[in-house]
């Protein structure tokens, strides 16, 4: 009886193992795809001020094996400056994403809809959130399938309440997918974008240009349910538009590369110099960037801060490790990311 017992015993211990190895999540992939484009450029006149604008459209996704598109988030800046005929800068007056505006971005009060029906369209953050729950379930090719020739959105995308146009998210999804990575998330983990916009004028003065520049901080992050980094992916956008002393557009650029996009193009490892002192040149932005996002990963939020020096340059481990730019901005947006 003790010996039938023991070979039940054991059956079922057996049995229980194999459940909870079929239980264990999967880890998925992390992505992140960035479309930066300069915006539509006004000369300043007697009347009125000149102006430009950034556009950065960021989009982050959870992949599994299949290339099944498991969660999505998205969010877009759009930061906009000036400069007067006299050519002096003049800075942004607000820094906050579409997706922090909420209903300040007004889009149900003033947007019309495309296809023509009655009724407002829902506002900005309501038509990203509408696409990010409808890609996700899909392939990339079956979540393109959703835009019209016209780039505006169709089908089950635009029933969703996505009305807008979405070329820019489409474009950014695909870099996204494209470029996922292996990683420690799971289905159970919460994705979020966290940006950062940081700018800086210049006035122009008898030849020497003057200038509105834009830098801008990304981070998408994977979190579990105790609040620690499970995955990271951070990139960077530096856009400048210029002006002369008479306040007229100089800019002739149109799209813009991140700092990853531009990889060894960045040239952080040919004229960089290591914050420290230390002989021999930084590692490539890119290098420094994935650095970073190890660093994250097992952390919560309240461990960020202590990647960095009080100058705000990596230390400890993150040093180490090859990152030791100037990390302040990048924490900034983590911890928005994992708010």
């Not at 089950?156 to 997918?177: S, Y």
């Amino acid at each position: 009886m003790k010996r039938i017992l023991c070979v039940v015993l054991a059956v079922l211990m057996l049995c229980s193992v194999a459940v909870m190895s079929g239980c264990e999540a999967k880890t998925l992939k992390l992505g992140m795809g960035v479309v930066a484009n300069y915006g539509s450029q006004t000369d300043a006149d007697g009347e009125a001020n000149g102006s430009g604008e950034v556009v950065t459209t960021v989009v982050a996704v959870l992949v599994d094996d299949s290339g099944k598109i498991v969660k999505a988030d998205v969010d877009s800046a759009q930061v906009k400056m000036g400069w007067t005929a006299e050519g002096a800068g003049i800075d942004a007056a607000d820094l906050r994403t579409k997706y922090e505006l909420g209903t300040d971005y007004n889009m149900a009060a003033y947007g019309k809809k495309h296809d023509g029906s009655e009724g407002q369209p829902k506002e900005w953050f309501e038509q990203a959130d509408a696409f990010a729950a409808t890609v996700a379930g899909k392939t990339l090719d079956e979540a393109k399938a959703l835009m019209a020739a016209d780039g505006y959105a169709t089908g089950d995308l635009a029933t969703a309440g996505c009305t807008i146009g979405v070329a820019e998210f489409m474009a950014a999804l695909e870099k996204a997918v494209n470029n996922a990575e292996a990683s420690e998330a799971t289905e159970k983990d919460t994705l979020n974008i966290g940006v950062l916009n940081h700018t800086s004028v210049k006035d122009a003065d008898g030849d020497v240009e003057g200038s509105v520049a834009v830098d801008t901080y990304l981070v998408a992050a994977a979190k579990n349910e105790k609040g620690e980094v499970t995955a990271a992916k951070t990139d960077a956008v530096q856009a400048e538009m210029t002006f002369d002393a008479a306040g007229a557009s100089t800019l002739a650029a149109t799209e813009i590369k991140t700092k990853l996009e531009l990889g060894d193009n960045y040239n952080m490892a040919a004229y960089g110099k290591k914050h420290d002192g230390s002989e021999g040149q930084p590692k490539e932005w890119y290098e420094q960037a994935a650095a970073f996002d190890a660093a994250l990963v097992g952390k919560t939020a309240d461990g960020f801060n202590a990647l960095m020096d009080a100058d705000g340059y990596g230390t400890g481990d993150l040093a180490t490790a090859g990152c030791t730019i100037g990390v302040a901005e990048m924490v900034e947006a983590a911890a928005k990311a994992v708010k």
